[in-house]
């Protein structure tokens, strides 16, 4: 098996250009409200809960758990290996990210098992977060 | 007329026409072509012309434009007109955007309509590895966030959500072939549809092949389709006059905070679609329609999962118990809730949304291929917008 090609780059927009230079510096970030410090993404204009403009860019830790996933068999695009592993990551901060498992065989993915951030070069010089199980298989 | 709300625009406005063209994989024209003959057809039903046109509605994303249909048909004034987003799960709004319209004296004849080649032209359910941050204006710009990953397509969306749902309940995709079975035994009676004379078993679906596992299999997705639908809808006091007229008793759209279009991945529970249960609230709780009233319900199976989600939301079966309401036969003809009685989006095409509407129109006239007796109320329901409809 070939090695996989790179994933296409994301659409950078300058309202999530913050979140793609930080991936390509291998940081996990997420917009916080300076106001009332509520952590959202994907990025927002303004906080949904009061409304403040003023936003700061947080650190994230990287871990979380497997919220929810699916193997993506069909229809394919030749950018990608199949099964495509698509996981919703529940961060540990309490927001929420879609991105793949890697490093992972289909079976080993389920519903609660704990992962940590890494990052995977993409096109246009940019990198995108994925996770990798960590802890037991059990 | 009966079945008014008293609510919002309820029992304001009625569909007066209804027409479309043939569903095909393959149409051989334009999308405004398409639009054009479904429009032409609606009106003849009504017993329109043109010249009473004076609204136009249709979905953000569709590609017919406005000036074109309006030089192609000779419409002399258009002097209202709108576009609803959220895709598919706006298809319903197009009919509460006419009515207000209508009751609201913006417009007296308002045309609502869709076209579509998601087959044979952009398919609907293509791997496109090159998302756009915004796309066409359909309401959300969450596809970026997916595509990187390879998460393509509205199955690929969905089937996160699905995903979860089974995990919470135990469902399994089993329970969703059941309900599968039941629409493409509605689609094998149904001459328009894409699967007419083709029912499958159990077993079929549990042989036909995973697109997102553990949710997705080929056969629980609906079917790329060509071809358009249009409705005439004027006020209360025009209808009066029409051959046969389908009172809009209710009309609703539900947009939380939390949710996003297809990709909608961050809401706190995924296993319940929250959206569904505020429609449901706007279109129950105001007026003297009761779930129990509702003779037929049509609901938006892009995909079996989200129709499971939807009987839940909409509160016809508790959290979790959709499974068993459907392996006790309840969407069937016999059933307490005969449901996608054309067999829906997955068994008669898929129009986006708007064949559910034609045939909730056919089964209140009487007209519909699965007929069921004495329907005087239908509930279409597309999770996020949907309509109360009376005879």
């Known amino acids: 098996m070939s090695a996989p090609a790179l994933r296409p780059a994301p659409a950078v927009t300058e309202d999530n250009l913050f979140f793609w230079e930080a991936a390509r510096d291998g940081r996990l970030v997420a917009q916080r409200c300076r106001s009332c410090g509520l952590l959202r993404h994907p990025p927002r204009t303004a906080c949904p809960a009061c409304q403040s403009l003023d936003t700061e860019i947080a650190e994230l830790s990287g871990a979380g758990e497997i919220y929810s996933y699916s193997l993506l068999w069909h229809p394919r695009s030749p950018r990608f290996d199949y099964p495509v592993i698509a996981v919703l990551v529940d961060l540990a901060e309490g ?8 490093g992972a065989e289909p079976g080993d993915v389920r519903i609660g098992r704990p992962v940590t951030v890494e990052f995977a070069p993409c096109e246009g010089d940019l990198a995108l977060p994925v996770f990798r199980l960590t802890g037991d298989a059990a | 007329m009966s079945g008014a709300s008293g609510h ?19 149409a051989g024209r334009s999308e405004t072509r398409l639009a054009t003959e479904a429009i032409l057809g609606a009106l003849a039903d009504a017993g329109l012309s043109v010249a009473d046109v004076d609204g136009l509605v249709s979905y953000t994303i569709d590609p017919v434009e406005e000036t074109e249909l309006v030089r192609g048909l000779g419409i002399p004034q258009i002097r209202w007109s709108s576009r609803v987003p959220y895709g598919g799960g706006g298809s319903q709004g197009v009919l509460l955007h006419a009515a207000a319209a209508v009751a609201a004296g913006a417009a007296d ?44 397509t509205p199955a690929s969306w969905l089937s996160l959500n699905a995903t979860r749902y089974m995990h919470r309940f135990g469902v399994t995709s089993e329970d969703f072939g059941r309900a599968v079975v039941q629409l493409r035994a509605y689609a ?44 005439v809808i004027t006020g209360r006091e025009r209808a009066a006059d ?13 947009a939380l905070l939390g949710q996003e279009i297809a990709t909608d991945h961050y809401s706190p529970d995924l296993s319940v679609m929250d959206g569904s249960a505020a429609l449901a609230r706007l279109l129950f709780d105001h007026g003297d329609i009761k779930r129990t009233d509702v003779d037929v319900a049509l609901i938006y199976d892009a995909f079996s999962p989200i129709l499971f989600m939807q009987l839940e939301g909409l509160g016809f079966c508790r959290p979790g118990e959709a499974r068993d309401f459907i392996a006790d036969g309840n969407l069937g003809p016999g059933g307490s809730l005969p449901c996608n009685t054309n067999g829906g989006l997955i068994g008669e095409g898929y129009i986006h949304g708007l064949n559910l509407t034609l045939e909730a129109v056919r089964q209140l006239r009487g007209t519909a291929a699965n007929q069921l007796a004495d329907v005087r109320t239908v509930l279409v329901s597309a999770s996020r917008t949907g309509v109360l409809l009376t005879r």
Request: aromatic share 8%; proline share 5%.
């Open chain 1, 95 to 102: 927001i929420r990210v879609l991105s793949n498992l890697v």
């Open chain 2, 188 to 231: 094998a009676t149904n001459p328009a549809a894409r699967f007419f004379g083709r029912p499958i078993t159990l077993a079929d679906h549990q042989a036909s092949r995973w697109i997102a596992e553990p949710a997705i299999r080929l056969f629980d997705c609906c079917q790329e389709t060509d071809g358009a639908v249009a409705f």
């Open chain 2, 242 to 254: 029409a051959r046969a007229p389908v009172t809009i008793a209710a009309a609703a759209s539900a």
């Open chain 2, 109 to 152: 004849t308002v045309v609502a309509y869709r076209a579509v080649k998601a087959r044979s032209g952009n398919r609907f359910g293509a791997a496109r590895a090159g998302i756009p941050p915004s796309s066409s204006h359909s309401g959300t710009t969450a596809g970026q966030w997916a595509a990187p990953y390879g998460v393509l």
């Open chain 2, 8 to 26: 919002g625009v309820g029992g304001r406005a009625a569909i007066v026409g209804a027409g479309s063209t043939e569903f095909s994989q393959q």
